[in-house]
């Protein structure tokens, strides 16, 4: 009989302690990563599924993005590669949009972005997982299906665990802020319906990759951001502590960030950014940095930088961003107000 852990659904060993799954003894529940971050809050490697499981035909499948990915959304085709499926799209986390949110707006430009992008769906849904009332409703709604099997789908830390733990009632998955910490699908009944919670789909040059786990947990929003808002003049810039440098190159302009209040920011001129990283302790050293500099149109335009945050800006410029290399950093149209 194999057996699983009941943290992140990993195949049970005691042969290699450096590989997914390692037990001391194989009757223990979890292994011994997930012991150690329940327990020790600790984490010393990131495994990552590398395959999609294949999925069953006569199913729904729950697409969830973070509000923190909403640069993601719709970038991972899963439909071509499974046609037959029914596709809910949910946008997970908007508790942590600022109060005064439009929602609806958000909505309907998530909707015509789907439409222009030819994306099949059959549901857009916004919802937090925290809410019990969202839960509820979405359970309500998930059972209208007479498909069989539902898969929750999505990039890592997007909250598919947490979901599936309430829907489930399932008190042993873990749902921590941590990168592809479910390894193997879980799934339980409900009602005639199996659900199942699907490993993250993994995305290149978010904050795990440059920081250990006690230092980026702090870093990736969990509550309501507080919008900051910065006036910068041209050759002025921002250094987000310890992680990147923002560079306004051409004309002032404001700046609105939406990130954790555990990022600290400091303003300086473009010229002192080099002295100022070799003065504090940065993640990386100076030669593992680079730039990348975007474009800005009349627009309001979102720039995310990897799952941290993102920032707003909407007058013709020019940003320099100063990066680790290989950092996750896009621009697209921004989504809401």
Known sequence: MTMHCKGCGALLQTENEQEVGYVINIEQPFCQSCYRLMHYGEVNAHFHPQDLPQLGRNAVAVMMSSVLHLDMLFQYPVYRFEPDLKYVYII???????????????????????????????????????????????????????EPNVYLLGVQNSGKTTVYKALTDNEEALAF?????TQEPFSA????QMIWDMPGL???GYIHQFLPYEDYKKLIPTQT???????LKKGQALILKGLLAIQNM???TSLVLYLSPFVKIHKTRIERIE???KKDPTLLPLEAYEEKAFKIGEKKTQITFADIGFLHTEKTNTLSFIIPNK?????TEALFK
């Open 250 to 252: 051409k004309t002032d």
């Open 327 to 331: 950092m996750h950093l896009t621009l």
């Open 177 to 181: 802020t941590k990168a592809g910490l």
């Open 202 to 204: 993994y995305q290149e």
């Open 225 to 231: 951001i507080k919008p900051r808002i910065y006036q």
């Open 92 to 146: 997970n986390q908007i508790d942590l949009l600022p109060k005064q949110t439009n929602l609806d707006e958000l909505l309907k430009r998530i909707i015509a972005k789907a439409k222009a992008l030819k994306i099949p769906y059959y549901d857009i849904i916004l919802m937090s997982a925290k809410n019990p009332l969202d839960i509820a409703n979405l359970k309500t709604y998930l059972a209208t299906f007479k």
């Open 189 to 192: 009944k409900v009602g005639y």
């Open 275 to 277: 002295a100022l990283l």
